[in-house]
């Protein structure tokens, strides 16, 4: 069997940690802090300790179901999932087991190949989604030689869960959906998906199937006698390119083993392992827990939770232009805009909506503005996207420069200059303005003057002959030239001082 018939069958566990000022169920903060300092009776698991449920991780978690097209539950639960580690301190994890908040959805994506990115051999791929579902964090030990430290700030932040169905069928597909769900959470301001934060992280299940390379174009449900390696989970991978890493090492592994052993799995047989980043290696770390060796059990202290349609579409209200429609509104603006502008453009939403912003302001045509965008004003705007305040400052001050440039005061050379002296230090624009004007009436003019003059002897010999209204041509001319920009006595007084020289 050649190598290319082996198909990898994958399915993602994307852990996102919620946006949420506090933490899922007590009151405690969820910003970065000192080790132990955001911490409570609750999430220290206290003995007759109350949780009680923070709505604003459920108001998130529906908007996920909404931005994953899935279905809501009209009635959500949680339930104690039970093991044992040093940083769970209750001795289970509060999670949700039958009755998860989000169910049955399913998300269209761009797959492109990480090595040629922008190749034409990129194709929409839909994937469909088990479930997603809501539940705490546990607190982060971090070893240190004979030492381990537990830091209980992160217990009982909230996460969601978002599990695929097996329906990713390479390297590439799995990291561009990987990529494409921190999109969507990010875009409706669910998760700021920072990794190196760890607020996204993934487990990865995978194996090899061995007899039908036509899987590629089915879904989970279409499966039919296929056979595959054993499932193995890869546990906590969290970057994206550790994703890649791990799962093109597992693919080999997985089909060197296949051609040794001719395992195949059977019912029970799967394994975790993890990966180490420096050896870019997989390990073996366990044979997995079967589900009900969690020992699931009703979580007794919160009620269960009605979600009304009613409460659905008031938070879809919330939420918003969609990417999709963003995208749409682009190309409608300006037809023929190629993929990679609108990927820019779309990469924040923040960014699409001071598109958007500025195009009402200003009055510029949407190609100029978009030009502007994507040259001249993103390193400013990637340098200050994330402080509001001066975010909303300089947008201020550029609205007025555009305006001169559409007004045709200002050109696009100028802007130029404006926005590099900005972009090294020079934070006012006004005064930066005021130097344009200024240098160029002082040197520009005087050079344009000469050129009209020199190249219009007939009409100086005029003037010289005393027809002082033959200099209103070459007034013209240089206003024409300036775009309106000078002063007409200005011109004609440097006008005389030429004629006089000659
Ligand atoms: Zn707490």
């Known amino acids: 069997m050649n190598d290319t018939e082996f198909i990898p069958i994958i399915g993602l566990e994307i852990h996102v940690q919620l946006k949420t000022a506090s933490k899922l169920f007590c009151s405690c903060s969820t910003d970065e802090a000192d080790p132990n300092s955001n911490v409570c009776e609750i999430c220290l698991a206290y003995p007759g300790s109350m949780p009680s449920l ?5 108001r998130k978690s529906i908007m996920a179901g909404i931005a994953l097209n899935s279905h809501i539950a009209d009635i959500t639960s949680w339930d104690r999932k039970s093991y044992m580690y040093p940083d769970l301190f209750k001795g289970y994890q509060i999670s949700q087991y039958d009755r998860p908040i989000c169910y049955d959805g399913n998300v269209e994506f761009i797959v492109r190949s990480r090595k040629n990115y922008y190749s034409s051999d990129a194709y929409i791929k839909r994937i469909g989604i088990f479930r997603a579902h809501l539940e705490e964090d546990t607190a982060k030990s971090t070893h240190e030689g004979d030492f381990t430290y537990i830091d209980a700030n992160k217990a009982g932040i909230p996460l969601l869960e978002i599990v695929t169905k097996p329906e990713l069928y390479s390297v590439d597909e799995a990291v561009s959906f990987a990529k494409k769900v921190r999109d969507l959470m990010r875009w409706f301001d669910i998760s700021e998906c920072d990794m190196e934060k760890g607020h996204m992280r993934f487990d990865a299940n995978i194996s090899i199937c061995v007899n039908n390379p036509n899987i590629k174009s089915k879904s989970y449900e279409e499966w039919e006698d296929i056979l595959f390696t054993p499932i193995v989970e890869i546990k906590n991978l969290n970057s994206f390119g550790n994703l890649e890493a791990a799962l093109e090492y597992e693919i080999k592994r997985q089909i060197e083993e296949y051609k040794q052993t001719g ?3 059977s019912k029970g047989q799967k394994e975790t392992r993890g990966f180490d980043a420096d050896k870019g290696i997989t390990y073996i770390q366990r044979k997995k827990e079967e589900a009900n060796e969690y020992r699931y059990i009703p979580e007794p202290d919160i009620p269960y939770l009605e979600i009304t349609q009613e409460d659905i579409d008031q938070i879809k209200s919330q939420m918003g232009i969609t990417p999709l429609e963003a995208a749409d509104s682009i190309r ?40 502007l965008i994507t040259n001249e004003l993103k390193p400013d705007l990637d340098l200050l996207i994330d402080q509001q305040d001066k975010l909303s400052d300089w947008l201020n001050q550029i609205i007025q420069v555009l305006i001169y440039f559409r007004d045709n005061k200002v050109s696009q050379n100028q802007l130029k200059i404006m926005f590099s002296k900005h972009q090294v230090g020079e934070t006012d624009f006004e005064k930066l303005l005021s130097e344009l004007k200024n240098d160029e009436v002082d040197i520009d003019l005087q050079s344009i003057v000469n050129t009209v003059v020199e190249s219009n002897p007939s009409v100086v010999e005029q003037i010289k002959g005393g027809k002082e209204s033959a200099k209103m041509f070459l007034v013209g001319q240089v206003m024409k030239i300036t775009k309106g920009k000078a002063d007409p006595n200005e011109i004609k007084s440097l006008i005389d001082k030429k004629i006089n020289e000659i």
Request: aromatic share 8%; glycine share 6%.
């Open 54 to 58: 923070n709505l604003e991780g459920v």
């Open 263 to 265: 395992n195949l799995y």
């Open 332 to 371: 409608s603006d300006v037809p023929n805009i190629s993929e990679y502008v609108i990927e820019l453009i779309l990469g924040e939403r923040r960014l699409f909506d001071i598109y958007i912003d500025l195009k009402q302001e200003t009055g510029l045509e949407p190609r100029k503005l978009i030009n």
